[in-house]
């Protein structure tokens, strides 16, 4: 495919004469010639749903096809919704999985049973739309989604789990009539377009909520519950919050594997629930899975009790997620983790203190539209950092970085890329220190 651009009377414009491209090819069009958030931030959201709309009308609906769960909250929904599609699998559905960011491939971004999809449909679907692509022009995550809900119907998944992209009212993903709705948790992160208060935003994520559907919310949040509660009764739709029915107790961690007891109030449910995603934060997120999956065993016939707990046991073989305490290295110990807002980075360090270590050395990057002398303000003052940059535009410049970090009496040296700072962070540990690798999906994108 050849694109050639020109300007006229101020309006751009793109024709795409028919020749194929490849792979790379395809990917360089998407990301050039149509926004995508994840590299230029505010400027590339849609706050709308027309375009999603008039391409699923094109595309004959084609997420009515199959059954879905629908995703949404500030940290973890990622993490749950590659729980619920490993459980799942386990039980032997054919299990579609989307969602956002990726951090290595573009295709991460779109599964079946764990396998990303093929280069080929990605090419095929880009070249075979142009036409349709060059009169709506819809945004970089406007068309991922499209191109993902085709996908699941061609191949004819049993259910999909649906992750939100930014916030959940005007998300592209809903469109979709689930058969549940879960919302994990609500904190500060993009505040410049979801607002800049927890109800604001509690009201974005509500915005999944649909008529008569039920909906799971993992947190009680004694400030913004009403606003879920009210949603719910507004919709005439069943409300559970996870952590009033369950809790976690006995949780022990190795380097590998978590293993945890889960209470329904004093009585003992699950003992030594096994799971191969270790951060303490996974704790929120498997009661929060837990509590789904018992709203959707009605229409889940195969799924067992096993299953569930192969689920959690084996979800990272299942389903390939990458990113979340993700262990690097042993010795010393080399850990990255995708946490990029106030509560995520929270949750990381508590987390680290759980990990017995000499020395803490900390790569450390960050993108320019976060909160970030806030979450500077937290992070430990007696480690080493290696202030960076990852290699996008949003990209914070390290010195710039450096000079906020210092006002927070964190102390190091800056590095123009992530591979050089990771480098200089491995030559300076020794044996029994520890290396965090993280502050932006972008810095564990480029290390694992």
């Known amino acids: 495919m ?10 751009i414009h793109i024709i795409i004469k028919n020749i194929k491209m490849n792979y790379q090819e395809t990917l360089d069009w998407m990301f050039a010639q149509l926004p995508m958030f ?14 999603t709309l008039k391409l699923d009308a094109y595309f004959g609906h084609p997420h009515k096809s199959f059954k879905t769960v629908h995703v949404a909250g500030t940290n973890g929904k990622g993490s749950v919704s590659h729980f619920l599609a490993s459980c799942l699998q386990e039980a032997g559905y054919k299990v579609g999985l989307y969602t956002s960011p990726h951090l290595k491939d573009f295709r991460e971004r779109i599964n079946i049973n764990g396998e990303h999809v093929s280069e080929q449909f990605v090419i095929d679907f880009i070249g075979d739309n142009e ?48 058969e549940l709705s879960v919302i994990t948790n609500i904190s500060l992160d993009h505040t410049a377009l979801l607002g800049d208060s927890l109800s604001q935003i509690a009201l974005e994520k509500a915005g999944i909520i649909k008529a008569g559907i039920p909906v799971v919310v993992g947190e009680y949040q004694e400030e913004i519950a009403s606003v879920f509660i009210n949603k719910s009764e507004e919709t005439s739709s069943q409300i559970r919050f996870a952590d009033k029915e369950l809790r976690v107790e006995n ?13 329904r109030g004093n009585e003992l449910r699950i003992k030594s629930l096994r799971s191969s995603l270790v951060g303490v934060y996974q704790e929120k997120n498997i009661i929060t899975v837990l509590i789904a999956l018992d709203n959707l065993r009605h229409s889940l016939e195969k799924l067992s009790d096993e299953n569930i707990l192969s689920g959690f046991k084996n979800v990272v073989k299942n389903t390939g997620m990458l990113g979340r305490w993700q262990i690097l290295n042993e010795k010393p110990i080399i850990v990255c983790d995708t ?9 990381v360090l508590e987390q680290l203190k759980s990990v017995a270590y000499n020395k803490l050395h900390i790569v450390f990057g960050m993108v320019n539209d976060k909160s970030i002398e806030m979450i500077l303000s937290m992070m430990p003052k007696d480690a080493t950092y290696y202030f960076t940059k990852a290699s996008i535009p949003r990209a914070l410049d390290e010195n710039e970085l450096e000079r906020i970090a210092i006002k927070c009496d964190l102390y190091g040296k800056t590095y123009p890329d992530v591979t050089t700072a990771v480098v200089a962070a491995k030559e300076a540990a020794g044996e029994d220190d ?8 972008f810095i564990v994108a480029e290390v694992v």
């Open 38 to 51: 994840q590299r230029k931030g505010q400027a590339a959201y849609k706050a709308n749903l027309d375009n």
């Open 2 to 11: 050849l694109i050639v651009s020109f300007v006229a009377q101020n309006r």
């Open 339 to 347: 946490a990029h807002n106030e509560a995520g980075v929270k949750c």
């Open 434 to 441: 520890l290396i965090y690798i993280g502050g932006s999906t």
């Open 131 to 178: 036409q349709l692509f060059s009169e709506i022009r819809p945004s970089f995550f406007e068309m991922t989604v499209a191109m993902a809900f085709n996908y699941f119907a061609q191949e004819e998944v049993d259910y999909a789990i649906i992750e939100t992209g930014l916030g959940g009212r005007l998300d592209s993903t809903n469109i979709i009539l689930p």
């Open 251 to 263: 949780s022990v961690a190795s380097l590998k594997e978590r293993a945890l007891d889960i209470y």
